[in-house]
């Protein structure tokens, strides 16, 4: 069992975020210090790189690196004027992790200039591209979101509005994607809604986000969620916002992904109606009501992912909620730590147990989904070397067992050690007293504003809403990175 999961070298036990976005219109903020800002905000959904476009009405600039929204842009944004921009971090799903990849993407064609930024995963992009490649276009990064870029420019269209409906109807897979012109944004999302993405009101302007913690940093008001296979197009600083729906063939259900609710968005955002932080909650009552042979004396959580989770767990079995564990937040990712060694301590770096809470104790540890099992088995060693009796390790996701295609890196489902073994087999791997994972019914249940059918549960069931795992076998290896 050991040998098995040690050959994989596995750099780390959660799923990564895939990408946010952020954009705004107006002729009276400052608009790059507010990007700025939505990024900063959006940070947890990707550490790679950023980026920042503003546009004048004449010419677009552009500033963007490696490394977090901090630290790109330590000098500030003040040398990026204008009335217009979108931003970008990123966490590469598709495309090396390298410069030439980093969004937002800018293109001069015969429309003017045109810059994107994009959230998601197109499952056919290998096979866009190699068509136009044929065509005689040049590509130069290897994401997907370039694709969507070329299409646009292709299209003989007389608006860009009919330009970009064209474009996205021939893409499919997960996709929030903000467009930028000379003088106008396009917000543009899939016709399932894999991806989240919000529309919000300044006092004198509009934003489109990933997430709406970002309008909380920029003094912007949630209006709405973009619907799926909505177009929105923002070429003014009060008039509303038109609107259309692009999507041709449009899906009877949305199927908006889970893990949002689960472990990527921010406790205080809102999505499709849906408060992340109430679902969390709710997600550690229901797997409180499936577990009701456990008699623990506390409830920990594995933070921060964990917490409101375990809060629910503690509040349904009346159990105290205790912090059993510290998190140092001033540690970066382990994978980036340059010795075996120092990889080898990157749990106990960035998390150690507080002895006085757990030594002695029967304890439940709550967490949001166990991806490959290295971690959690660190740290219920960290926890019984602290001393805790027992530890019933529960989670507020079901067991991880297939590829998630849409912007999220679980594309080798070799690594999913749920895919592989047993719950049992899995207790045993990580030490545990008993390993627990919550129900996808009672997990549904937890999401209540969001209609059960709604949902995208591929990770957990290999049904993927738009067939995407038939379209990725039959992509061509060779042309995405």
Same mark, same amino acid.
């Given at each position: 069992?050991?040998?098995?999961?040690?050959?994989?070298?596995?750099?780390?036990?959660?799923?990564?975020?895939?990408?946010?976005?952020?954009?705004?219109?107006?002729?009276?903020?400052?608009?790059?210090?507010?990007?700025?800002?939505?990024?900063?905000?959006?940070?947890?959904?990707?550490?790679?790189?950023?980026?920042?476009?503003?546009?004048?009405?004449?010419?677009?600039?552009?500033?963007?690196?490696?490394?977090?929204?901090?630290?790109?842009?330590?000098?500030?944004?003040?040398?990026?004027?204008?009335?217009?921009?979108?931003?970008?971090?990123?966490?590469?799903?598709?495309?090396?992790?390298?410069?030439?990849?980093?969004?937002?993407?800018?293109?001069?064609?015969?429309?003017?200039?045109?810059?994107?930024?994009?959230?998601?995963?197109?499952?056919?992009?290998?096979?866009?591209?190699?068509?136009?490649?044929?065509?005689?276009?040049?590509?130069?990064?290897?994401?997907?979101?370039?694709?969507?870029?070329?299409?646009?420019?292709?299209?003989?269209?007389?608006?860009?509005?009919?330009?970009?409906?064209?474009?996205?109807?021939?893409?499919?897979?997960?996709?929030?994607?903000?467009?930028?012109?000379?003088?106008?944004?396009?917000?543009?999302?899939?016709?399932?809604?894999?991806?989240?993405?919000?529309?919000?009101?300044?006092?004198?302007?509009?934003?489109?986000?990933?997430?709406?913690?970002?309008?909380?940093?920029?003094?912007?008001?949630?209006?709405?969620?973009?619907?799926?296979?909505?177009?929105?197009?923002?070429?003014?600083?009060?008039?509303?916002?038109?609107?259309?729906?692009?999507?041709?063939?449009?899906?009877?259900?949305?199927?908006?992904?889970?893990?949002?609710?689960?472990?990527?968005?921010?406790?205080?955002?809102?999505?499709?109606?849906?408060?992340?932080?109430?679902?969390?909650?709710?997600?550690?009552?229901?797997?409180?009501?499936?577990?009701?042979?456990?008699?623990?004396?506390?409830?920990?959580?594995?933070?921060?992912?964990?917490?409101?989770?375990?809060?629910?767990?503690?509040?349904?079995?009346?159990?105290?909620?205790?912090?059993?564990?510290?998190?140092?937040?001033?540690?970066?990712?382990?994978? !980036?730590? =340059?010795?075996?060694?120092?990889? +080898?301590?990157?749990?106990?770096?960035?998390?150690?147990?507080?002895? #006085? %809470?757990? *030594?002695?104790?029967?304890?439940?540890?709550?967490?949001?989904?166990?991806?490959?099992?290295?971690?959690?088995?660190?740290?219920?060693?960290?926890?019984?070397?602290?001393?805790?009796?027992?530890?019933?390790?529960?989670?507020?996701?079901?067991?991880?067992?297939?590829?998630?295609?849409?912007?999220?890196?679980?594309?080798?489902?070799?690594?999913?050690?749920?895919?592989?073994?047993?719950?049992?087999?899995?207790?045993?791997?990580?030490?545990?007293?008993?390993?627990?994972?919550?129900?996808?019914?009672?997990?549904?249940?937890?999401?209540?504003? !969001?209609? =059960?059918?709604?949902?995208?549960? +591929?990770?957990?069931?290999?049904?993927?809403?738009?067939?995407?795992? #038939? %379209?990725? *076998?039959?992509?061509?290896?060779?042309?995405?990175?």
């Amino acid at each position: 069992m050991e040998q098995i999961f040690e050959e994989q070298n596995f750099s780390e036990d959660k799923l990564h975020e895939e990408c946010g976005v952020f954009g705004i219109f107006s002729h009276n903020e400052d608009v790059a210090l507010n990007t700025y800002w939505g990024l900063y905000a959006l940070q947890h959904r990707g550490q790679e790189s950023t980026g920042i476009v503003v546009t004048d009405g004449e010419r677009m600039k552009i500033k963007k690196g490696m490394g977090l929204v901090a630290d790109v842009f330590k000098d500030g944004v003040a040398d990026l004027q204008g009335y217009a921009a979108i931003g970008h971090v990123r966490y590469s799903t598709t495309g090396a992790s390298m410069p030439y990849n980093i969004q937002p993407l800018k293109v001069y064609f015969d429309g003017g200039n045109l810059a994107l930024s994009h959230n998601g995963n197109l499952t056919n992009a290998g096979q866009l591209r190699a068509n136009l490649a044929k065509e005689g276009a040049v590509f130069n990064t290897t994401v997907d979101s370039e694709v969507v870029l070329t299409l646009i420019a292709y299209s003989a269209r007389p608006t860009i509005e009919e330009r970009v409906a064209e474009a996205v109807n021939q893409i499919k897979g997960a996709f929030a994607i903000l467009l930028m012109t000379d003088n106008k944004i396009i917000a543009v999302r899939d016709p399932y809604g894999f991806r989240p993405l919000v529309l919000g009101k300044m006092e004198n302007g509009w934003c489109v986000a990933s997430e709406s913690c970002a309008f909380d940093l920029v003094g912007a008001e949630l209006v709405r969620d973009v619907k799926p296979g909505e177009m929105i197009i923002i070429d003014s600083d009060n008039s509303e916002p038109r609107s259309m729906m692009w999507a041709e063939n449009k899906p009877a259900k949305p199927a908006h992904c889970i893990f949002e609710y689960v472990y990527f968005a921010r406790n205080d955002s809102i999505i499709d109606n849906q408060s992340v932080y109430d679902a969390r909650i709710q997600m550690g009552r229901e797997l409180a009501k499936e577990t009701p042979d456990i008699h623990p004396d506390i409830v920990i959580s594995v933070p921060d992912s964990g917490t409101p989770a375990a809060i629910g767990y503690a509040m349904e079995a009346g159990v105290p909620f205790l912090e059993g564990l510290t998190k140092n937040r001033y540690v970066g990712r382990t994978f !980036i730590q =340059p010795t075996q060694k120092q990889r +080898a301590n990157a749990v106990r770096l960035k998390l150690n147990p507080v002895r #006085s %809470v757990v *030594k002695g104790k029967s304890v439940v540890m709550v967490d949001d989904s166990i991806v490959r099992g290295t971690t959690s088995g660190k740290i219920v060693k960290l926890l019984k070397e602290a001393g805790a009796r027992e530890v019933h390790v529960c989670i507020s996701s079901p067991p991880v067992t297939d590829s998630c295609y849409y912007g999220i890196d679980t594309s080798e489902r070799k690594e999913l050690i749920a895919a592989r073994c047993t719950e049992n087999e899995i207790c045993r791997y990580i030490g545990a007293d008993s390993l627990h994972y919550i129900s996808l019914d009672g997990m549904k249940r937890a999401i209540d504003k !969001i209609d =059960p059918e709604g949902l995208c549960c +591929a990770c957990f069931s290999a049904k993927y809403p738009d067939n995407a795992d #038939s %379209v990725i *076998k039959a992509e061509p290896e060779s042309i995405i990175e």
